[in-house]
């Protein structure tokens, strides 16, 4: 539909709303529409304009966006359905709470993934780590596209670049991981530490490893704790084991983590 400089259509009705932009749905009721639709019309309409945007699954609204479903609360998706309901008052549909809540509340059963569906797509994920750019594939050592079907709820924070560097982490690791009493780099430590981090960036679990720092005071312990939980992000998660015997709970935030440290 054209537009014109003042914020209205070609056929003089308002411009899209912000909420109409949000979710790309069409401003008004087809050309060709004599008849008001009903409520499975209407669902069914929608969920052709969400194109498999959003889901509901674990109990809530999810949104794949850019690599990654992302939580939405319903009030998001109820002034969107609120915009799309609007197009069609020229055929007879009302806008209202009762017309809203019951589009969504249809549209659930529609969108809905059980957790055995959200498992199994998961534990293939394992392979991958989720980037910016893509999916790292871990057994093909190559980038892929990113892929919804795979259910990822977190994703690391930039893009994979095998070209990259790092000066000043090899730095911190030459001067941090000596030997005793001397400042001669343990090139053996270092290798450990690498080999670490990239089996922390896995979902991995076969070696049945962890892994602990030990060493005096102020020589880089906390720093690269912060590090690894800086890369990981949303990945990543503390738990006090002083804490872990009274409060057996603080183990549910360690589900779909990659790394838990432990200070």
């Known amino acids: 539909m054209a537009r014109q400089s003042n914020g209205r259509r070609a056929n003089g009705t308002p411009d899209a709303s912000p909420e109409e932009k949000?979710?790309?749905?069409?401003?008004?009721?087809?050309?060709?529409?004599?008849?008001?639709?009903?409520?499975?019309?209407?669902?069914?309409?929608?969920?052709?304009?969400?194109?498999?945007?959003?889901?509901?699954?674990?109990?809530e609204w999810q949104e794949y966006e850019s690599g990654a479903w992302k939580q939405r609360h319903e009030f998001e998706l109820y002034q969107s359905v609120r915009a799309f309901l609007r197009g069609y008052r020229s055929v007879g549909v009302k806008v209202n709470n009762r017309q809203v809540t019951g589009l969504l509340s249809m549209m659930r059963p529609d969108v809905y993934m059980p957790d055995r569906f959200i498992n199994d797509a998961q534990k293939e994920a394992e392979r991958y780590i989720n980037l910016q750019n893509g999916l790292y594939d871990l057994e093909e050592d190559r980038l892929i596209e990113h892929r919804r079907d795979l259910m990822m709820l977190n994703q690391l924070d930039?893009?994979?670049?095998?070209?990259?560097?790092?000066?000043?982490?090899?730095?911190?690791?030459?001067?941090?991981?000596?030997?005793?009493?001397?400042?001669?780099?343990?090139?053996?430590?270092?290798?450990?530490?690498?080999?670490?981090?990239?089996?922390?960036?896995?979902?991995?679990?076969d070696l049945k490893a962890s892994f602990w720092l030990y060493g005096v005071?102020?020589?880089?312990?906390?720093?690269?704790?912060?590090?690894?939980?800086?890369?990981?992000?949303?990945?990543?998660?503390?738990?006090?084991?002083?804490?872990?015997?009274?409060?057996?709970?603080?183990?549910?935030?360690?589900?779909?983590?990659?790394?838990?440290?432990?200070?």
């Open 158 to 205: 930039f893009d994979y670049d095998p070209k990259a560097i790092c000066p000043n982490f090899t730095r911190f690791l030459h001067s941090s991981l000596v030997h005793p009493g001397t400042t001669d780099t343990d090139h053996d430590m270092v290798g450990l530490v690498l080999q670490a981090l990239g089996y922390s960036l896995t979902a991995r679990t």
């Open 22 to 59: 949000l979710l790309n749905f069409p401003a008004a009721a087809p050309s060709d529409r004599r008849f008001t639709p009903d409520d499975d019309e209407l669902a069914l309409y929608l969920a052709e304009h969400w194109e498999s945007r959003f889901a509901f699954f674990y109990g």
């Open 217 to 263: 005071p102020d020589s880089g312990k906390s720093t690269l704790l912060s590090l690894i939980r800086s890369i990981m992000g949303s990945l990543a998660t503390s738990v006090d084991l002083n804490q872990l015997g009274e409060k057996t709970f603080m183990l549910a935030e360690i589900i779909g983590k990659r790394v838990v440290t432990f200070p």
